[in-house]
């Protein structure tokens, strides 16, 4: 069987990281994961959009050395292996790379490759900006009006992986143990007998490395607000403690650059309320950033009705893997939603998008490739090809100012011109 090692790219030099700073060659070899079911007509579209927004910008200058690597369907077909070490070492080697979607069976079988590789890499910030292009289609009346950033934690929480089936060997023994340990907690197990139980991790230091990442790119980005999103009124011990943890790293290491409502709370305790609006009002009045927290489910409606309210956003595993798919819709759906996962630290990326492998529609050559062109942009940025990714969005701008759009687009669009997705990426192109 051949090995799932990929060959360097002749030509291609490694990206490095030193005291905090990428440093990227003229030829980068960047490792790309093609997908399961849409993801091969996807990668196909967008990697030429990519390679055209490099060559215009750079004229030959520059070029990325792509070097595919496997996971999911193609590497278990070729290598018996989901998730090859040699896949996960590239990523690790090369520093910055791109994925597209992989199936995660439900119920059994393999847990998510895509949580596996942002594991292994510990890539703890999940980045999903919120943005809307002029032209696009929206359910709402005012998608103008949504642009939020999404820094969803990424290693701890339900997706640890830590559950046991009901009515396994491990669940009897973990639901034993707490009956043993913990008799008021047990009691609380509704149907101990026929259970299946999950742990949700989250700690200080998972909390803290998400909430810094996420208040540096409020300052550096010059947003507003930083808003903790959790549902600690009933889960006191670890959303809670997410909410808490984060108004104290703000407080502790942003002192100077932003406000807290955990501030306000303490003022209006010590001096009312006029005198807590007061001080709120003199530390934004001064371009401090405020971080603010709110509950779950209210945050679910509200980013709907007052989108305003909502700059940046910090949120726990779940609760964002909820809204980056909710809040996509806003602004045109899932096929126009990126991401990255990010470890500022090490320097590790690996861009990817929001959206799954919609296999319905594998093979059609029909679905948006919005998404990963989009995480390819937000990728080219990362790596400080800033003209390259302003192209980009210069050609996304311009295709959908044309109406040449995909299905998804074109279903709610009037007077659009339905394009395949290979057609919206030489649409992409024409404009940059
Ligand atoms: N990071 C990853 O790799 C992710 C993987 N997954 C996995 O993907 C598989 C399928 O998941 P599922 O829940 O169906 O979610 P998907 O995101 O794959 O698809 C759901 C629906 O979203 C719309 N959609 C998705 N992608 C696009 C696109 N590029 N352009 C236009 N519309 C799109 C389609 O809607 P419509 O039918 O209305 O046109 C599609 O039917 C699962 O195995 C899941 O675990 C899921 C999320 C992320
Ligand atoms: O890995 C999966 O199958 C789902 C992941 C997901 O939904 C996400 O990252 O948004
Ligand atoms: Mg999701």
Same mark, same amino acid.
């Given at each position: ?6 060959? %360097? ?10 005291? *905090? ?7 980068? +070899? ?17 990697? @030429?959009?990519?390679?055209? %927004? ?14 595919? =690597? ?30 597209? /979607?992989?199936?995660?069976? +439900?119920?059994?079988?393999? @847990?998510?490759?895509?949580? #596996? ?7 703890? !910030?999940?980045? @999903? ?5 002029? *032209? ?23 997706? %640890? ?46 909390? $803290? ?59 209006? #305790? ?20 405020? +971080? ?49 996962? =990010? ?15 919609? /296999? ?16 390819? $942009? ?26 040449? !759009? ?20 030489? #649409? ?5």
């Amino acid at each position: 069987m051949a090995s799932p090692k990929a060959e %360097a790219p002749a030509g291609g030099e490694t990206i490095t990281i030193k005291d *905090g700073k990428l440093t990227v060659p003229n030829f980068p +070899i960047i490792p790309f994961i093609e997908g399961d079911g849409t993801g091969p007509d996807i990668w196909r579209a967008s990697v @030429r959009v990519f390679d055209a %927004a490099v060559e215009k910008a750079y004229g030959g200058k520059r070029q990325i050395k792509w070097m595919e =690597v496997y996971a999911g369907g193609k590497a278990f077909s070729q290598f018996n292996n989901w998730l090859p070490d040699e896949t996960v070492d590239a990523f690790r080697d090369y520093l910055v790379g791109i994925k597209g /979607p992989l199936t995660t069976p +439900i119920g059994g079988g393999i @847990r998510s490759l895509n949580v #596996a590789l942002r594991q292994l890499l510990d890539l703890y !910030v999940c980045l @999903r900006p919120v943005r809307w292009f002029k *032209g696009v289609p929206s359910p709402v009346k005012h998608p103008e009006k949504v642009d939020m950033v999404i820094f969803r934690e990424n290693t701890e929480d339900v997706y %640890a992986g830590i559950e046991f089936e009901a009515g396994s060997d491990d669940a009897k023994k973990l639901i034993g143990f707490i009956k043993d340990n913990f008799p008021s907690a047990y009691k609380k197990i509704r149907f101990p007998e026929t259970a299946g139980v999950g742990v949700k991790p989250i700690s200080s230091e998972g909390t $803290e490395r998400l909430v810094r990442s996420a208040i540096e790119y409020a300052i550096k980005n010059k947003r507003k607000s930083v808003t903790l999103v959790h549902k600690g009124n009933i889960m006191k011990f670890t959303e809670g403690a997410f909410r808490n943890w984060g108004y104290a790293l703000a407080e502790r290491e942003f002192g100077g650059q932003t406000y807290t409502w955990d501030q306000w709370e303490r003022t209006k #305790a010590a001096k009312g309320e006029a005198a807590a609006n007061a001080e709120q009002k003199q530390a934004l009045e001064s371009g401090k950033i405020l +971080i603010k927290d709110a509950i779950a489910d209210i945050t679910l409606q509200q980013v709907l009705t007052r989108p305003t309210d909502f700059d940046v956003i910090a949120t726990p595993n779940l609760n964002g893997d909820y809204l980056s798919d909710a809040l996509a819709a806003q602004v045109g759906g899932i096929g126009i939603a990126p991401g990255g996962n =990010v470890n500022y630290i090490t320097g590790h990326a690996v861009f990817e998008a929001t959206h799954g492998t919609a /296999p319905k529609y594998a093979d059609l050559d029909q679905v948006n490739p919005g998404s990963v062109v989009l995480s390819g $942009e937000m990728m080219l940025r990362y790596l400080g090809w800033t003209e390259a990714a302003d192209l980009i969005i210069k050609g996304m701008d311009g295709a959908i100012a044309q109406k040449s !759009v995909t299905y998804d687009f074109a279903r709610l669009m009037e007077g659009a011109k339905e394009v395949k997705c290979s057609e919206f990426a030489s #649409a992409v192109i024409a404009n940059m």
